[in-house]
Each structure stands twice: as C-alpha cells, then as structure tokens.
Nanobody, 126 residues
Framework: QLQLVESGGGLVQPGGSLRLSCAAS????????IGWFRQAPGKEREGVSC????????NYVDSVKGRFTISRDKVKKTVYLQMNSLKPEDTAVYFC???????????????????WGKGTQVTVSS
C-alpha cells in the first residue's frame, strides 16, 4: 500500500522560498503521477502542480507558473515542490497525492488521485 508523507512546510516571509518533499513508502513511485494540492481556510482545494509517472511531463496552475517547480527523484522515491517568490496568498496546507492512471501526462484534478498524504502547513507572512 502506497503511503505519502509531506515535509518542508513552515513560516516564511513574502519573497522567500521553501522546498516541500513528498516521500513515498510501501511502493515505488515509478508508475504514479504525483500532484501537489493546497487548501487555504475557507477555500476549496486547488491543484497546484503535477508530474507524470514517466517522461517528466509537468503542469502548473497559472498563479504559480514561473515561481514553483515540481521534480522527482525516483531513487529516493520523493517528489519535490520548490516554491520561490512566495506570496501571502500561497498560505495553505499543502498535500501531495498519487495516481496510477497517468504515465506520460498528469492532471491537477484531485478526484483522479487515490493516495493522499496528511499535508504540511505553509504560511507566508511578515
């Protein structure tokens, strides 16, 4: 059974950077597309970014393009979300999730994902 654990969240000033990690256990990540999602208080969950199981195809929501970068290390069974130029509106709980239905592409639709981590809090504030 695939299990995901997020880490790397914290408090950062506007303009700062954080790198989130999504570590997998119980299975290889080779056949899974991975997505990063976030949910702020009182708001719906939003798909932030995703990366395909193979080929490294990525996708980003418009609000983070040019600031966030998703990547994966298959040896370490970890997917990263590098977040630069952070803004207060990036404040949210960030979740990673996995789906086996996408090999060469990925989706930011949360309903497509079967496995979820418990989340890590990111707070951007001065």
């Amino acid at each position: 059974q695939l299990q995901l654990v997020e880490s790397g969240g914290g408090l950062v000033q506007p303009g700062g950077s954080l790198r989130l990690s999504c570590a997998a256990s119980g299975s290889t990540l080779d056949y899974y597309a991975i997505g990063w999602f976030r949910q702020a208080p009182g708001k719906e969950r939003e798909g932030v970014s995703c990366i395909s199981g193979f080929g490294g195809s990525t996708n980003y929501v418009d609000s983070v393009k040019g600031r966030f970068t998703i990547s994966r290390d298959k040896v370490k069974k970890t997917v990263y979300l590098q977040m630069n130029s952070l803004k207060p509106e990036d404040t949210a709980v960030y979740f990673c999730a996995a789906t086996s239905g996408y090999s060469w592409s990925c989706t930011r639709s949360g309903s497509e994902y079967s496995y979820w981590g418990k989340g890590t809090q990111v707070t951007v504030s001065s």
